[in-house]
Structure formats: structure tokens, C-alpha cells
């Protein structure tokens, strides 16, 4: 009850306990009643459904809610949709960087600019060696494959000087060309220092054909005669680091479904749950707790009766915790079941 057949004004209902119980029982009848044609016969509920938020700028929320109603026992497992981490190194990121590097570098995976850092790194020779990374939180975000820059630099040997003291003939002094120990060498930068004699003396400095300075002397001139002295130096290669590359493979962020934290939450008066700090509303309970009617009469006897027996009756309500809610009780306070019966003509 109520049945189709019959006005909201005269539904009537009996609430009956679960097993064991002892409370006394409980009729109910009056406008106050009603039926959802999509419950179920039972009072167990078992259903997932989208959350009703009780602020504003809460994230997306669904619950699977389940229990008695009689025995005031709902729970739900919350889920909130949210920007969540992928479980799989989704993303890719790459670059250089120069030297010194901290292991430091930054990437957009999904969720803005983010910062990760090589862990246990020290700048060394690599090629393609693995490091981890993590991001700013220290959660492991991403695998990272590490190569070393290097240039090749050559630089003058100034242990094994070459000098040299000879004549060859040409028009210039400046660019003027010669060879020592198998290599070229040119004349640039000359000036003139003085005379002797007939020939006038000129300091020069000495570079390759590749433009690198390699020594310096001075280069006398007498008509097409050039007297070339000085020192040039051999050159020696280095190799020097001059940064890094890297590939990195991140988990990156997506939008998706993730439980609370603090799964599974009590479902509260008005069918209100939180989780995580955050309040909901579960739709369709929002009488959940806290019935009542202006126009609901309640009688009470035997048999033994639900949680509405307790929550209609405050001076037989053994929940405590329940009390001072704003629950408003029924506008027609409960009567024992035969004065009931009687009135109705039962």
C-alpha cells in the first residue's frame, strides 16, 4: 500500500522490522505516503547513480548506493571525474640541453607545464642510458633516455713549438703563403717594425688555411725575396661536452573515473554522502532519515517496526545521534494501534 485505486489521503502502510527486532510496530496512513512505481517490492536497495552537488565548483561525481532503508544502514562508493594520471608512459617529450645540467627539464603531458628531474643523475659520457624521472609531487612520472653532446675542439700545443728561419720568394707580405713541417701557413695582421739594410722587416702573425692562428714571427722584404722566420705551434684535438639530449617517455594526465580515497561512506539524513571533504546528494533519497507529514498519522503496536518507528517517535528513539537535525516529525503525533483501529472503524 498505497494502491493506484487509492487517493493519497487514504495510502496506508505498515512498517515491519527485520528480523529480531523489538520495537513496537507501526501503521502508517495519510497523504504522507506514496509509492515510486520504480521501487522495488523489497527495501533493499542496490543502484549506481550520478551525485547531486551540495556547492558549487565540485568535480563530477557518481556513487553505487546500497542497504536496508529499514535498517538505516545505506553506504555508497563514490567516484569522482577528474584529471587523473594514465597508468602507461603515454606522452613524449624530447630535447637538448646545454652544460652544467641539473637534470631538470619541462613538458606539457595533459594538465599545463610541468617540471620532472632526473633521479640519481651526475653529468657523465652516455648513449642512450635509461634514468627515471619525477615530477615536482616525487611521483615516478616518466623513463628517460640520455645522450651525450660532444664537439671536437683543437687546440695549440705549445709543448712542441716548431720554429723556422728561411727565404722564398713573393709580391706580398700580407696573405703571403708558406709551408713548415708539411703544413700551410699565411701571413696576416703585418706591420711594419723597421729596416735593415735594404729590407724592410714586418711582424706577422701566422694562421691555417682553415682561419685558426697558429704562431707568429716576422717576414723581411727586399724586392720579391721574403725571409720568413718565427714559431708555429702543432694543433691537438679534444672532445668537450657541450650538452644533452633527451626522450622521454611520461605518464601523462587524461579525464577519467577514479574512487574516493575514503571509500565506502555512510549515506546521511536527506540522502546526503560525502566523500573526500566534498557533499553530495543522492537522488530520490532526499527523505532518506527524515520523514514527515503534516497530514501522516502513525499508530503503534505489534509487530516490531523499522527505523521510521524511531525516527516518528523521539521519546523512543534509541539514536541519540539522530536528534536536533531539523527533522520535522508528523503533524499528527502516534496514538496506540487499537485507539487507531477503532477511529478508523477497524
Request: aromatic share 14%.
Amino acid at each position: 500500500m498505497p494502491r493506484e485505486s487509492l487517493p493519497p489521503e487514504a495510502s496506508l502502510g505498515v512498517a515491519y522490522p527485520p528480523s529480531g527486532e523489538g520495537q513496537p510496530g507501526m501503521v502508517l496512513a495519510g497523504a504522507g505516503l506514496y509509492r515510486d512505481p520504480g521501487w522495488p517490492e523489497t527495501d533493499y536497495v542496490d543502484f549506481t547513480t550520478a551525485l547531486v552537488p551540495l556547492t558549487e565548483g565540485l568535480p563530477q561525481a557518481r556513487a553505487r548506493v546500497w542497504g536496508y532503508t529499514s535498517r538505516a544502514d545505506l553506504k555508497a562508493r563514490v567516484e569522482f571525474y577528474e584529471r587523473v594520471l594514465s597508468s602507461g608512459y603515454d606522452r613524449y617529450a624530447s630535447g637538448q640541453v646545454g652544460t652544467p645540467w641539473d637534470g631538470r627539464f619541462t613538458a606539457d603531458v595533459g594538465a599545463g607545464v610541468e617540471t620532472f628531474r632526473l633521479k640519481n643523475w651526475q653529468e657523465g659520457d652516455y648513449t642512450s642510458t635509461i634514468f627515471y624521472a619525477q615530477d615536482d609531487q616525487g611521483r615516478d612520472r616518466a623513463f628517460v633516455y640520455v645522450t651525450t653532446r660532444k664537439e671536437t675542439v683543437y687546440e695549440l700545443d705549445t709543448s712542441s713549438p716548431i720554429s723556422f728561419d728561411f727565404s722564398t720568394t713573393g709580391s706580398v707580405v700580407e696573405g703571403l703563403q708558406f709551408s713548415v713541417a708539411g703544413e700551410t701557413f699565411e701571413a696576416y695582421n703585418c706591420s711594419y717594425s723597421g729596416r735593415s739594410g735594404l729590407t724592410n722587416i714586418y711582424t706577422c702573425s701566422y694562421r691555417d688555411l682553415q682561419g685558426r692562428y697558429r704562431g707568429s714571427g716576422s717576414i723581411g722584404a727586399w724586392w720579391v725575396v721574403r725571409r720568413v722566420t718565427g714559431t708555429v705551434y702543432p694543433l691537438v684535438a679534444r672532445t668537450r661536452t657541450v650538452g644533452y639530449t633527451y626522450s622521454a617517455y611520461i605518464r601523462g594526465w587524461t579525464e577519467g573515473w577514479r574512487a574516493a580515497s575514503d571509500n565506502v561512506r555512510p549515506v546521511q539524513a536527506g540522502g546526503v554522502v560525502y566523500a573526500e571533504g566534498r557533499g553530495y546528494r543522492v537522488p530520490g533519497l532526499e527523505g532518506y532519515l527524515q520523514p514527515g507529514s503534516g497530514v501522516l498519522e502513525v499508530a503503534f503496536g505489534n509487530p516490531a517496526v523499522s527505523y521510521l518507528t524511531r525516527r516518528l517517535d523521539p521519546s523512543a528513539n534509541p539514536y541519540e545521534p539522530l536528534k536536533g537535525q531539523g527533522v520535522q516529525e508528523a503533524g499528527v503525533g502516534p496514538k496506540p494501534l487499537l485507539n487507531w483501529c477503532v477511529a478508523k472503524g477497524l
